[in-house]
């Protein structure tokens, strides 16, 4: 007969209240608390968001990553399996391209991404960044310190960005985490002074997710874009996100995406870290609720059976 919202940004307050019986349903598990929910009787119910992976996303514009081989140092010194064993459920599939295995257009790209400490030493070394008393690499007096966003949004990024500050650490990478509420995270992400590495992802069931997540008109996650001149720093992967968009033909579409994801894991432009979904608890009471495309709640169908109700009180 109809659906009361509870605004509740505390975790805690989430799922004590789902475990109370006081909700229904909450959105937004966490995945240390998965399997709390399940121990309880609950159900949890987990949904791709159909677009471009919780990843990492590289500015090859700032000079520290402009060199192709400390962008595949970075990918190959980060151990994306003890981060998802560690911090996550088997909710969150590890990710094999910018876009999630359900997403229009997927190509498999796992090659390009596999963990390799001894290869990352060596780019390294090749590039000439050379260890110093503390571990932490330098070139010309520079030390290779990058600083990454917190993507509030993103689950656990906090604990991601820590792990990966660990993982970084033995190969000679400083990694710091930029400071702030959402506000300053945006802000200072459109900087590449300030984000040198960002932490993002977006959900979107249409082939053009790639374009909204890198060209330089829409959220340019690679910062692709020279604002003070106007240049691209690589035109031919903004030419490839234009033809995603621009065809009605939905193969060259495709092909465009296929290109640009084979473009973004040659040329080391991105790790993905993970497949995002979005997670709920739900009582088994409550009948037919569904996600649609992207993981939102869709309630069209939901009813609460009342036998079963009266049996978990």
């Known amino acids: 007969d109809g659906i009361k919202y509870v605004l509740a ?29 399940q121990e309880q009787g609950l159900t949890i119910s987990s949904h791709s968001t159909n677009g471009v992976t919780n990843q990492l996303a590289f500015r090859f514009r700032d000079p520290r990553l402009s060199d192709i081989r400390v962008r595949q140092a970075i990918i190959a010194g980060i151990d994306r399996d003890e981060i998802l064993e560690t911090l996550f459920s088997d909710s969150y599939p590890k990710a094999n391209s910018v876009l999630s295995s359900s997403a229009l257009g997927y190509q498999d790209m796992s090659q390009y991404y596999v963990y390799d400490p001894d290869k990352a030493q060596r780019l390294l070394d090749e590039a000439g960044w050379v260890r110093g008393e503390d571990g932490i690499r330098s070139k010309d007096g520079q030390r290779l310190t990058l600083n990454i966003n917190e993507a509030l949004p993103q689950p656990r990024s906090r604990e991601v960005i820590t792990k990966i500050q660990e993982q970084l650490a033995r190969i000679g990478i400083e990694i710091t985490l930029n400071p702030g509420d959402q506000a300053a995270q945006d802000a200072d992400s459109k900087d590449i002074n300030k984000v040198q590495i960002r932490h993002t992802m977006v959900g979107r069931a249409d082939y053009d997710v790639l374009k ?61 870290l993970f497949e995002e979904p979005q997670v709920y608890g739900v009582q088994p009471y409550l009948e037919g609720f569904e996600e649609e495309s992207i993981g939102r709640p869709n309630f069209y169908n939901v009813r609460i059976n009342h036998d079963r109700l009266e049996e978990s009180q």
Do not use: C, F, W
């Not at 209240?17 to 598990?29: F, K, N, P, Y």
């Open 9 to 37: 940004a505390e975790e805690s307050v989430r799922t004590g209240g789902l475990v109370s019986g006081q909700g229904d349903i909450a959105r937004q598990i966490e995945a240390p608390v998965e399997k709390h929910l």
């Open 212 to 272: 909204s997540h890198l060209h330089s008109d829409n959220r340019d996650s690679l910062l692709n874009l020279d604002e003070e001149t106007g240049e691209l720093g690589d035109p031919e992967l903004e030419k490839l996100l234009e033809q995603i968009a621009s065809s009605p033909r939905e193969e060259d579409r495709a092909e465009a995406s296929a290109k640009a994801q084979r473009m973004m894991a040659e040329k080391a432009y991105a790790l993905p």
